[in-house]
């Protein structure tokens, strides 16, 4: 091969090389940018929202660490990466900020809103609101917290007979009542968290008993005739009986007079409390073997046969003064209230006409 040839050769491959290096830097550069940009992408991936379902409420327990919340977010499909969350958290200096409490997160919102919210306390109300109605027995409120999902009845009754509450009057009420609390929880309108427990409810309802009706006892002249389970008893009775509000303390009036001529009271409120379903009521039942049939015994029941209302309570503390010993219902409610006993059969003539 001559020198000029050899030149040639030499002179081709030079070319080509110089032609392909080019190339290659522009490989290298694009693989090289590829391979930064995936973790970029992929962040950026996790920091989109979940996009897809429906809205998901979680409740994050108090005391819950950063990672806590972060697992428990990925776990029920909140955020993409728990991980993400968290270093996040971190990143902005958030970690020790974020909030318990019961949270409602859309599926389209991002890694930075969830964040937001959580730091925010943007919480949700999950409390179940219940009205108890006045008069209600232990085992009608039971059966009330059963039927709005917080309990059942049978541990509400089993929590009302076991709890011990911070009240001497409670301490003072004698054996032979069919349940200690009967009377002592104030029917009301509360707000109860989901996960209450029948003795929080307890609580609850027997603080607001003691704000309201210890005071007005306190304050009664018949505080010296009666005791304070005595007007809760008569209270109740009041409570079942009385349809019409101004009849309360006419009502009460007429079963202080029969109390002060021993007279049995002969309530048919305290026959359906041992019956326990209203149901019209047979002269047998009137039969009924217990301290709490008032047509057999006389006096005020052991204890209170419902729950009673303000009202009622009011009305038996301030009874009317009244000649009345008898009433009679009429068919819309109101009462026909009487002195003597031949009135009194009168009276019942003309309310069943």
């Given at each position: 091969?001559?020198?000029?040839?050899?030149?040639?050769?030499?002179?081709?491959?030079?070319?080509?090389?110089?032609?392909?290096?080019?190339?290659?830097?522009?490989?290298?550069?694009?693989?090289?940018?590829?391979?930064?940009?995936?973790?970029?992408?992929?962040?950026?991936?996790?920091?989109?929202?979940?996009?897809?379902?429906?809205?998901?409420?979680?409740?994050?327990?108090?005391?819950?660490?950063a990672?806590?919340?972060?697992?428990?977010?990925?776990?029920?499909?909140?955020?993409?990466s728990?991980?993400?969350?968290?270093?996040?958290?971190?990143?902005?200096?958030?970690?020790?900020?974020?909030?318990?409490?019961?949270?409602?997160?859309?599926?389209?919102?991002?890694l930075?809103?969830?964040?937001?919210?959580?730091?925010?306390?943007?919480?949700?109300?999950?409390?179940?609101?219940?009205t108890?109605?006045?008069?209600?027995?232990?085992?009608g409120?039971?059966?009330?917290?059963?039927?709005?999902?917080?309990?059942?009845?049978?541990?509400?009754?089993?929590?009302?007979?076991?709890?011990?509450?911070?009240?001497?009057?409670?301490?003072?009420?004698?054996?032979?009542?069919?349940?200690?609390?009967?009377?002592?929880?104030?029917?009301?309108?509360?707000?109860?968290?989901l996960?209450?427990?029948?003795?929080q409810?307890?609580?609850?309802?027997?603080a607001?008993?003691n704000?309201?009706?210890?005071p007005l006892?306190?304050?009664?002249?018949?505080?010296?005739?009666?005791?304070?389970?005595?007007?809760?008893?008569?209270?109740?009775?009041?409570?079942?009986?009385?349809v019409?509000?101004?009849?309360r303390?006419?009502i009460?009036?007429?079963?202080?007079?029969?109390?002060?001529?021993?007279?049995r009271?002969?309530?048919c409120?305290?026959?359906?409390?041992?019956?326990?379903?209203?149901?019209?009521?047979?002269?047998?039942?009137?039969?009924i073997?217990?301290?709490?049939?008032?047509?057999?015994?006389?006096?005020?029941?052991?204890?209170?046969?419902?729950n009673?209302?303000l009202?009622?309570?009011?009305?038996?503390?301030n009874?009317?003064?009244?000649?009345?010993?008898?009433?009679?219902?009429?068919?819309d409610?109101?009462?026909?209230?009487?002195?003597?006993?031949?009135?009194h059969?009168?009276?019942?003539?003309?309310?069943?006409?």
């Amino acid at each position: 091969m001559n020198s000029e040839r050899l030149v040639r050769i030499l002179q081709t491959i030079r070319a080509r090389i110089v032609a392909v290096l080019p190339l290659r830097r522009v490989v290298y550069a694009g693989l090289l940018c590829l391979f930064l940009a995936i973790p970029a992408v992929y962040a950026a991936y996790l920091y989109l929202p979940v996009g897809r379902g429906e809205n998901v409420i979680i409740t994050i327990p108090p005391g819950s660490s950063a990672s806590i919340i972060s697992g428990q977010l990925e776990a029920q499909g909140v955020v993409r990466s728990g991980e993400a969350f968290a270093l996040l958290a971190r990143v902005k200096g958030l970690a020790s900020q974020l909030q318990a409490g019961s949270y409602d997160f859309s599926p389209h919102a991002t890694l930075g809103e969830v964040l937001d919210k959580i730091v925010a306390g943007d919480v949700i109300d999950q409390s179940v609101r219940v009205t108890i109605p006045e008069g209600l027995t232990l085992s009608g409120m039971g059966l009330l917290f059963e039927r709005r999902g917080l309990f059942s009845q049978a541990e509400f009754l089993a929590a009302a007979d076991s709890i011990e509450l911070p009240y001497e009057y409670l301490a003072a009420v004698p054996p032979g009542v069919y349940r200690r609390l009967e009377g002592y929880l104030f029917p009301d309108t509360y707000s109860f968290p989901l996960a209450v427990r029948p003795e929080q409810v307890i609580s609850i309802m027997a603080a607001r008993f003691n704000d309201l009706v210890p005071p007005l006892y306190a304050a009664s002249p018949l505080n010296e005739r009666f005791t304070l389970h005595q007007i809760v008893t008569l209270a109740s009775i009041v409570e079942k009986e009385a349809v019409k509000a101004a009849e309360r303390p006419i009502i009460a009036g007429v079963f202080l007079n029969r109390l002060q001529r021993n007279m049995r009271l002969e309530s048919c409120a305290t026959i359906q409390f041992l019956l326990g379903t209203p149901r019209t009521l047979l002269y047998a039942d009137l039969e009924i073997v217990s301290p709490y049939n008032t047509y057999r015994h006389l006096g005020l029941p052991p204890g209170p046969i419902a729950n009673s209302g303000l009202a009622s309570i009011v009305a038996a503390l301030n009874p009317a003064t009244t000649p009345y010993l008898f009433f009679v219902a009429r068919r819309d409610g109101s009462h026909i209230f009487s002195p003597t006993y031949e009135q009194h059969q009168a009276a019942i003539r003309q309310a069943r006409r």
